[in-house]
């Protein structure tokens, strides 16, 4: 009966000791997770653009100093609001990757998070700022993962006021030329940044752009 009870101690202490080997290992072993992201490590050549305005977004037409609301809009008639700034979105961004030719294939996709440009209230009195956030995704055309992480950028600008706003639409310079304008710089800014080298970078930007270099996102306005 003792050699039984020993026996039966010995095999219980080895089932123990062997469930708390697995255990650790099991603890101990790396974790391999799914592949979300490939490395960006040369240039960009932009294969497609596609730019999302939420329906949930709000829009306000109220004429007031300053609306709340996501997407505030008067450079254009009124009408859809979100074709409208899907529109300038996409003609922006097609004229900042027409010289990016050379190098990994990629899409490019934006979110507009927000769009608050200035009544006409406000443009014919004080000014104001144009207020634009989106976010910027650079993903592989065949896997469709990323290959950067998506960034939010915040890319304001000054909005023309009173005579300065008149004199402005008297030369042809209409808010909607100058925003485009200023999108089509900040949008080819960080996709010619995109990797890091300088080398790199200088490769995407050789060819002349039909646009000013932005040295700052605010300096020249």
């Not at 219980?12 to 391999?32: E, H, K, Q, Y």
């Not at 996709?191 to 752009?209: D, G, K």
């Amino acid at each position: 009966m003792k050699l039984m009870k020993a026996a039966l101690v010995v095999a219980m202490g080895l089932s123990i000791s062997g469930c708390a080997s697995m255990d650790v290992a099991t603890r101990n072993a790396p974790f391999v997770g799914g592949k979300e992201q490939e490395i960006l490590s040369q240039p960009v050549a932009v294969n497609d653009i596609k730019v999302n305005v939420s329906r949930e977004l709000r829009v306000s037409e109220a004429e007031l100093y300053y609306p709340v609301a996501d997407i505030v809009w008067r450079g254009d008639a009124r009408g859809d609001r979100y074709e409208q700034v899907s529109a300038i979105f996409e003609s922006s961004a097609k004229a900042a990757a027409q010289n990016l030719t050379v190098g990994q294939k990629a899409n490019i996709e934006i979110d507009v998070l927000r769009f608050h440009s200035v009544t006409d209230k406000a443009r014919y009195t004080v000014g104001g700022n144009h207020s634009i956030t989106f976010m910027l995704s650079v993903k592989d055309p065949e896997t469709g993962l990323d290959l950067m992480a998506p960034r939010k950028i915040k890319s304001d600008l000054h909005a023309f006021g009173g005579q300065e706003a008149i004199a402005a639409d008297a030369r042809g310079e209409t808010q909607k030329k100058r925003v485009s304008a200023h999108l089509v710089n900040v949008i080819h800014k960080e996709l010619s940044a995109s990797v890091a080298p300088e080398a790199i970078v200088s490769r995407n930007a050789q060819a002349s752009l039909p646009f000013a270099p932005v040295a700052s996102q605010n300096s020249l306005y």
